[in-house]
């Protein structure tokens, strides 16, 4: 079974400084991995995914993953924070084995305070 | 056209209300969801069409009926709610079987039973 763990409910950083959201997961088979970001009373935007390659991913608006086989999780990460990234983020994975479903972690709530 | 637009944005019905949300895009995606998502929570699998074929239902309440009338359309039918069934309904659209795709999310319908 797929499953996306989030530990952290909120994340608090200062803006300008570097911000981390952490993903782990656990799939059969070789997983694809999704970041998306919602703004309040709005729908999932997608961000970025990871499917082979490098194992560091650049997507949207600055933000880029980290792909760590090994410890098998998936970080958000961007080097510079702004108040405006303040949101939800979803980590999300798919697989071969898991068909057309996508499992989304529970979210973790960005706040940055300029 | 890059966009998943749904209708209405809000949604007030009573428990006895006959009522619809809708979900358009014109992206040439042949796969469409609809999700439930409650506050703070993830988006919660609850139909996918594959080329207007529902090809997962997630144990959904029959109270909740989809349609996929063309491959542009996605329709879900609601029917005797209960005020539990209050959420955000999104929908999304991908490229079918392309489980390296992210997906597009609507903006969502905020429904509310009462």
């Known amino acids: 079974a797929q499953s996306v763990a989030q530990p952290e409910d909120q994340v608090n950083v200062a803006e300008g400084n570097p911000l981390t959201v952490k993903c782990t997961y656990s799939?059969?088979?070789?997983?694809?991995l999704f970041w998306y970001v919602q703004y309040p009373n709005r729908g999932l935007q997608f961000l970025l995914k990871y499917i082979t390659g490098d194992n560091l991913v650049k997507g949207s608006y600055g933000f880029e993953a980290e792909f760590n086989k090994s410890q098998t999780s998936f970080h958000l990460k961007k080097p510079s924070a702004l108040v405006s990234d303040s949101a939800l983020y979803f980590c999300?994975?798919?697989?071969?084995?898991?068909?057309?479903?996508?499992?989304f972690g529970a979210g973790t709530r960005l706040f940055v305070k300029a | 056209d890059t966009e998943v637009t749904q209708t209405p944005k809000h949604l007030v019905m009573g428990m006895t209300n006959k009522k619809s949300l809708k979900c358009e895009q014109h992206?040439?995606?042949?796969?469409m969801y609809w999700y439930k998502q409650k506050a703070k929570k993830p988006p919660e699998l609850m139909f996918v069409?594959?080329?207007?074929?529902?090809?997962i239902n997630e144990s959904v309440p029959s109270r909740f009926s989809p349609e996929c009338p063309n491959s542009s359309l996605l329709n879900l039918h609601l029917h005797a709610l209960q005020p539990e069934d209050s959420a955000l309904y999104l929908c999304a659209s991908s490229l079918p079987g392309q489980v390296k795709d992210g997906y597009t999310f609507g903006s969502g319908t905020r429904l509310t039973v009462v």
């Open positions: 799939v059969s088979g070789n997983p694809y």
């Open positions: 999300a994975v798919r697989s071969y084995t898991g068909g057309f479903k996508t499992i």
């Open positions: 069409y594959s080329y207007e074929k529902l090809s």
């Open positions: 992206m040439g995606h042949r796969a």
